[in-house]
């Protein structure tokens, strides 16, 4: 059974860190921490700024691995962040993990918490404990990194800033190019909900590129001293010519080698990779977002039954069942397992 990291347990996740994967690659990039720094922080919070932690032990009561998450911004949701030990260190990971992330599952329903996403590198034995442990690939990705400057570039006709009124359009355009499935999983846009506590420490800027009213792509931009991330919704027929805008983000940034710019582009982005390699963009990554549903708490309705109410008199006429069925009254909150 997983319980709660403890500052006992200290010790043995600093050990254990260096032979775990750890599982946002952004996070990874843009804000690095140690697991066991960021253990202690969401236990002196209460969680409020760090991740949650969770502790396996063995028979003896010795820790023996620990798997670590991030709220979102939608407290009901959670970013599988690391896991320790990895395949290489340890035989019978694969069983380990199984047992840790079956158990997440199991407490994230009990916290309320109804989806858990993971981002893992594209590695079928990854991948085969994930889906053991219920979560279902959903999108695949290739991340593209650039590490030098780019030359000064004017802002294109029609991009802009993204205001609140430039929802509506962000929507619309969301749902003609982001396949059905990943409606059904995650908020969209997702960027800004999927950085959860990490948003207060990035600079984040959003564009919009439109005209006469119509969202033909979206960009959004975030950067911290160590480098820039930056994704991007375009339509199929505009991603040949969203190369001006491109270009104008870049000039935006100070990208270097000491401080690149990574983008990430789903593959059913399909022509962004050209875009991207045109400007100087080598890949860097692939990985694949996965989902868990767990147990969510959910208000139910049932029927009240009441015995021997023979004749009663309604604003209907009579009812002459010796057993009758009244309104049905919500009661105590149940579990019930989420549809996938």
Known sequence: MIRPFGLRDVLAVRQLQPRGVAFDLRRLLLRPSWPSRAAILGYLTRHHIGPLTYIEENDAGRPIGFVQVWRRANPDEWDLAYL???????????????????????????????????????????????????????????VFVLARSSAPAPAPRGLRPVEQQDRPALEALYAHVVPQLLHQVEALPPQRNALGGLASRLWV???????????????????????????????????????????????????????????????????????????????????????????????????????????????????????????QCPLPTDRHPMMR
């Open 84 to 142: 320790a030990p990895s395949f290489e260190y340890e035989r019978g990971t694969a069983d380990l993990w199984l047992s840790l992330l079956t158990q997440l599952v199991r407490v994230g329903g009990e916290r309320c918490v109804s989806r858990i996403y993971a981002r893992p590198a594209e590695d079928w034995e990854i991948e085969a404990v994930l889906r053991q442990a219920g979560f279902t690939a959903v999108v695949r990705e290739e």
């Open 205 to 327: 800027e959003e564009y919009i590129w439109a005209e006469k009213g119509r969202a033909l792509a979206h960009f959004w931009l975030c950067g911290s001293p160590r480098g820039y991330w930056l994704e991007m919704v375009v339509r199929p027929e505009c991603r040949a010519e969203s190369l001006p805008c491109l270009r104008y983000l870049l000039m935006r940034t100070q990208c270097s080698d000491v401080k690149p710019i990574y983008a990430s582009v789903p593959d059913y982005g399909v022509g962004l990779a050209w875009v991207l390699r045109t400007l100087g963009f080598e890949s860097y990554h692939r990985q694949v977002l996965m989902v868990a549903h767990t147990m969510a708490r959910a208000r139910v309705r049932r029927p009240l039954l009441a015995a021997r109410m023979e004749d009663i008199s309604t604003s209907i006429g009579r009812v002459p069942s010796s057993i009758r069925t009244l309104p």
